[in-house]
């Protein structure tokens, strides 16, 4: 079965510094795994995402994620935090065999301070 | 990616009331919308699998009578919070699935559902 973990409920990092957000996930088979970021009131919006070609992957506002099979980890990371990266993060994971699931890690809250 | 609109942002109703939340893709058509609800500080609930053209497929515990999902053209997908009591505040947000680039999964802004 299918599961996805965010080891982190929240991180806190300062204005400048680096940012790792954790994503382990469980898969039988090839799975897509996806960073959504959400700010407070808002949808969900698609940060990156991996779908069985390049392992490191680049999304928007440079954030990237590296896809470590041997590892079950899809970690979220950026070089430089902003005031802006402020909000709510998930990971997401669907499957293969099953394109109408999609499976959410329970979200990750990042702080930025000053 | 997609662009998903996501009508009303916010309502109030009365206890009672029916209310109506509709979900649009504005830029391809989606054969497979969700509907999900958020609660304060919380992952997303999936609530149902909107299917256009037929019935959508709800989620264990979700009541079927309660929220009506109506898929009835390839851009438009609604839900309707009937009889609608204050424990059915809550946040729902809709999504769209494109199998355009890898299937993925693209979310409207969300709608504040309010019930006084």
């Known amino acids: 079965a299918q599961s996805v973990t965010q080891l982190d409920s929240h991180v806190s990092v300062s204005e400048g510094t680096p940012v790792l957000l954790r994503c382990n996930y469980s898969?039988?088979?090839?799975?897509?795994l996806f960073w959504y970021v959400q700010h407070p009131n808002k949808g969900l919006q698609l940060l990156l995402k991996?779908?069985?070609?390049?392992?490191l992957v680049k999304g928007i506002n440079g954030f990237e994620a590296e896809f470590k099979k041997s590892e079950t980890s899809f970690h979220l990371t950026k070089p430089s935090a902003h005031m802006s990266d402020a909000a709510e993060y998930f990971c997401v994971v669907s499957e293969a065999r099953n394109f109408n699931k999609f499976y959410f890690g329970s979200g990750t809250k990042l702080n930025v301070k000053p | 990616g997609a662009v998903v609109s996501q009508h009303p942002s916010r309502v109030i109703c009365k206890s009672g009331t029916s209310v109506k939340i509709e979900c649009r893709s504005l830029d391809f058509q989606a054969t497979t919308m969700f509907w999900y609800r958020q609660f304060p500080k919380k992952s997303l609930m999936l609530m149902a699998t909107s299917n256009e053209g037929s019935k959508a497929t709800y989620e264990q515990g979700v009541e079927k009578d309660k929220f009506l999902i109506n898929h009835a053209s390839l851009t438009l997908s609604t839900l309707t919070v009937t009889s609608a009591h204050p424990e059915d505040s809550s946040f729902y947000i809709c999504?769209?699935?494109?199998?355009?680039?890898?299937?993925?999964?693209?979310f409207g802004e969300g709608s504040w559902l309010t019930v006084v």
């Open positions: 898969s039988s088979y090839s799975p897509s």
């Open positions: 991996y779908t069985s070609a390049a392992t």
């Open positions: 999504s769209v699935r494109s199998g355009a680039s890898g299937n993925t999964i693209y």
